[in-house]
């Protein structure tokens, strides 16, 4: 967008963003042009390897084939693997790398000294695809020395690997500190915020102690609501509400009326730690893996993120893949009409938990959240490019009320890079979000339609409340050419033209 060759952070409305899956869409758009297929279609082979790898991840844990099986089952199903997989998120592919960084490593100690070369990379280039893989791949790498530390061998392999990761970390704080990218990081992270003056004022009368004195610090210093607002949001990861009703509050991160697991889990996660706790090692790592995972999350500014915590998924579909394991072995020790019993049962269970999800996730959530997902920018753009191949207009106002429209007017228009490079100029640059005002004859801004009316010849896209019916139908001097609804019929854009 900005011309930088070769970045390894992308400017992107103010904020910077990791380079690599945009790296990876590059092959995509030149087979099959610039379109969201194009764009989303990393992700979905991201999703779809993490299949093959979770399964060998789970062999060279736990030597079981049926158990891979198993896991690998439930990850493909998996609402949370399916939910960030589909769209172009940057996590489920950062999960990817993750895993096989893991997966090597384990190979390492096994067989092949030289796999911990691997393990380096995979970790280091996810760590330039995801934010959040800044913090969690440190975390993962201590895990992984502390549990396997008797197992590790010093070797010139080793020390190199670990000379290549560490060689990551520091490029990686090279690009966000020092080039001065940390804007973000500090009004995103949980510590930014602060209680408010009134609040401490409050707790300082009730107590009749000075907001300054050291009993107040130590009975309601700031240090207790950091504690207290970290326990809050690292166990809500773990809630009934958050695993099995509720899910993420973002309507873009979750589905109407569903958790992020499936309700068989409620019995699959219990049975699966009871399995869990029995073996060594590899427990251990699963379970690490399984606490650690919302870690980034929690320290981030928002209260539930499951994009964040995305690495949750791999030690939760192992559990539910060791739970099912467990009770399948159970059954399978009983009579022949138990074990099919079971079979039938589950498969029943199983399909109707998978059909609802299906369900809400390709009927409900398109309606219900479309305009979350900002529908409506497709179908408007295509109608304004098609209006200005038969009238050229002095001058076009777009809307902003829904945020950052030139991106969305550039992608869906296919707008030539060079060309847009040399007008670009950033609105508020020092901001944590700033936009681009204008394109050509195209100004992005909200419309004012009682000074914006008297403006001829001119084309206006904004909403059913910037351009309402009052002002616009009926007067001879105003045109509607076109309504624009979200898929849930309630009204998104309008486009209107001045005589």
């Known amino acids: 967008e900005y011309g930088a060759f070769l970045p390894l952070n992308l400017k992107s409305f103010g904020d910077y963003k990791r380079a690599v899956y945009t790296y990876l869409d590059i092959p995509f758009v030149a087979a099959f042009g610039l379109s969201p297929f194009s764009v989303r279609l990393p992700a979905a082979i991201a999703g779809v390897l993490t299949i093959l790898v979770i399964y ?8 079981d084939d049926k158990l891979s099986l198993a896991v690998s089952f439930f990850y493909a199903i998996s609402p949370l693997a399916i939910q960030f997989s589909r769209p172009a998120f940057e996590s489920g592919v950062s999960v990817l790398f993750n895993s096989l960084g893991v997966l090597f490593f384990l190979k390492s100690l096994q067989k092949d000294r030289r796999y911990i070369f691997l393990t380096a990379i995979f970790f280091v280039i996810s760590i330039f695809t995801y934010q959040s893989s800044r913090l969690y791949v440190p975390l ?27 060689l990551g970390f520091l490029i990686m704080f090279f690009v966000t500190f020092v080039r001065g990218e940390s804007s973000r ?20 009368r009730e107590d009749g102690l000075p907001v300054k ?53 409620i019995i699959l996660l219990p049975l699966g730690i009871y399995e869990l706790v029995k073996k060594k090692q590899g427990g251990s790592l699963v379970l690490y893996w399984l606490l650690s995972a919302p870690i980034p999350a929690v320290l981030a500014r928002d209260l539930v993120s499951m994009l964040r915590a995305l690495n949750m998924v791999i030690p939760l579909s192992i559990l ?43 009927i409900h959530e398109p309606i219900e959240y479309s305009r979350f997902w900002l529908y409506g920018y497709d179908q408007v753009v295509g109608e304004v490019e098609s209006i200005q191949q038969t009238h050229k207009f002095n001058h076009i106002v777009f809307t902003d009320y829904y945020g950052q429209p ?16 040399k007008q670009a100029k950033l609105d508020q640059p020092t901001v944590d979000v700033g936009t681009v005002r204008n394109i050509d ?10 000074s914006d009316r008297g403006t001829k010849n001119s084309l206006f896209i904004g909403t059913f409340d910037e ?23 309630e009204p998104a854009f309008r486009i209107v033209e001045t005589k």
């Not at 060998?56 to 030597?63: Q, S």
């Not at 990081?185 to 300082?204: C, E, G, H, K």
């Not at 498969?347 to 369900?359: E, G, Y």
């Not at 351009?467 to 019929?489: E, H």
């Open 406 to 421: 030139y991106i969305f007017y550039l992608f869906y228009t296919k707008y030539p890079p060079q060309k847009y490079q």
């Open 320 to 362: 539910e893949g060791i739970g099912f394991l467990f009770l399948f072995n159970l059954f399978s020790k009983k009579s022949r009409s138990y074990y099919f019993g079971f079979l039938f049962l589950a498969t029943i269970l199983i399909s109707i938990n998978f059909a609802i999800f299906i369900d809400r996730y390709f």
């Open 140 to 166: 993962l790498t201590l895990g992984l020395l502390g549990i396997y530390w008797k197992k590790l061998r010093l070797s010139k392999e080793n020390i190199a690997a670990a000379a290549l990761l560490g």
């Open 441 to 450: 004859n195209i100004e992005f801004r909200h419309v004012y339609w009682p």
């Open 467 to 489: 351009l309402p019916d009052k002002d616009v139908l009926g007067n001879p001097n105003f045109t509607i050419l076109k309504d624009v609804y979200f898929l849930s019929k």
């Open 213 to 265: 004195s050291t009993a107040f610090q130590f009975l309601h210093g700031e240090w207790f609501a950091y504690l207290r607002g970290l326990v809050e949001r690292y166990t809500i990861y773990f809630s009934p509400d958050t695993l099995f009703t509720k899910g993420d509050p973002n309507e873009r991160d979750r589905v109407p009326d569903l958790g992020v697991l499936y309700y068989f889990s």
């Open 56 to 63: 060998l991840l789970t062999e060279e844990i736990f030597g």
């Open 185 to 204: 990081l500090s009004t995103v992270n949980f510590f930014a915020y602060t209680r408010s003056q009134a609040t401490i004022d409050q707790i300082s």
